[in-house]
């Protein structure tokens, strides 16, 4: 008795050693993780001047709203953030629907070449096509300056697929029997049981598209001809770039070295904003989602 009282307090005493190296663990990778994005923050917030002498950290020092107030009133800020908007809904409304539909069929085993098939999807994960053949693909479809020249190229990602497939390959098999007993058609039962019980993959997915959408610009500096598409992400990275230079070094104003100076970091804290504010909403079906859909086969 007196044994094994004293392997629950060694044990005891691990444990809390372990404990306390975790804890001192976690919060130095919090640090490390969240100085980069206070810096971002306080450098957005701050003046030309204190950032040059190199007085800020992760306060803001000389507080100021000037590259916000540059970048949302020049040219037309709200109607690329609109644009972002409606490519990222529509973009991963149609992501998740053509993704879900290919990876359910890939999850059945009984699936008539699905050894054909799956292999040949993941065969594109790792031997893309390449830029030029795909752009001149792009134009020969008259996909050039238009909402879907911009939506569809990333429509489907390979590695969504796949763990969508593995999260779909874990559905009880029994629920499904049992919407063919009640009359249920292949489709019924996808759209009726198994997306209902894939929340969690589904809201991974979202986040995953939404985020690939939101902060794509080369697709639209590859196919977007007209100002009024350009997705925001493709509108900052173009004024970041005019505020960086200049042809005449003695037209550069007081408020264009404040731009040029900060707007990245304002650019920045404007594009992640809006994910920021959702992530939260998702975070638990993300977790959920990433651990069964990468265990379960």
């Known amino acids: 008795m007196a044994e094994k009282n004293n392997h629950v307090r060694r044990e005891s005493q691990g444990y809390r050693v372990f404990t306390f190296f975790n804890t001192v663990l976690m919060i130095l990778?919090?640090?490390?993780?969240?100085?980069?994005?206070?810096?971002?923050i306080a450098q957005s917030f701050s003046?030309?001047?204190?950032?040059?002498?190199?007085k800020v950290n992760i306060i803001p020092v000389e507080f100021n709203i000037t590259t916000y107030i540059s970048v949302i009133q020049k040219g037309d800020f709200i109607r690329y953030y609109g644009n972002t908007i409606l490519y990222?809904?529509?973009?991963?409304?149609?992501?998740?629907?053509?993704?879900?539909?290919?990876?359910?069929?890939?999850s059945k085993p009984n699936l008539k070449l699905n050894k054909f098939f799956t292999p040949f999807?993941?065969?594109?994960?790792?031997?893309?096509?390449?830029?030029?053949?795909t752009y001149v693909l792009m134009i020969r479809l008259g996909l050039r300056d238009t909402v879907a020249g911009f939506i569809l190229p990333g429509l489907i990602s390979t590695y969504y697929v796949l763990?969508?497939?593995?999260?779909?390959?874990?559905?009880?098999?029994?629920?499904?029997?049992?919407?063919?007993?009640?009359g249920l058609s292949r489709i019924g039962i996808f759209f009726r049981i198994v997306l209902p019980l894939s929340k969690p993959i589904i809201a991974t997915m979202v986040l995953f598209y939404?985020?690939?959408?939101?902060?794509?610009?080369f697709t639209a500096f590859l196919y977007l001809d007209s100002k009024n598409k350009w997705p925001v992400a493709f509108?900052?990275?173009?004024?970041?770039?005019?505020?960086?230079?200049?042809?005449d070094p003695g037209e550069v104003s007081a408020e264009k070295m404040q731009i040029a100076s900060n707007i990245k970091a304002?650019?920045?804290?404007?594009?992640t904003l809006p994910i920021i504010c959702v992530y939260p909403f998702v975070q638990k079906y993300y977790v959920q989602g990433m651990m069964l859909g990468g265990v379960k086969e």
């Open 121 to 133: 999807i993941i065969f594109t994960m790792y031997f893309a096509g390449g830029l030029i053949p």
């Open 235 to 247: 509108y900052l990275k173009t004024i970041i770039s005019g505020a960086s230079t200049s042809a």
């Open 88 to 106: 990222s809904v529509i973009g991963t409304f149609a992501s998740i629907f053509f993704s879900s539909c290919l990876a359910y069929p890939l």
């Open 266 to 271: 304002c650019s920045m804290l404007l594009m």
């Open 47 to 54: 003046s030309e001047t204190a950032i040059m002498q190199g």
């Open 210 to 217: 939404a985020v690939g959408y939101w902060n794509n610009w």
């Open 163 to 182: 763990l969508m497939k593995s999260f779909f390959a874990g559905t009880p098999h029994e629920l499904e029997e049992a919407g063919e007993l009640d």
């Open 29 to 40: 990778i919090c640090i490390v993780t969240l100085y980069p994005f206070l810096y971002l």
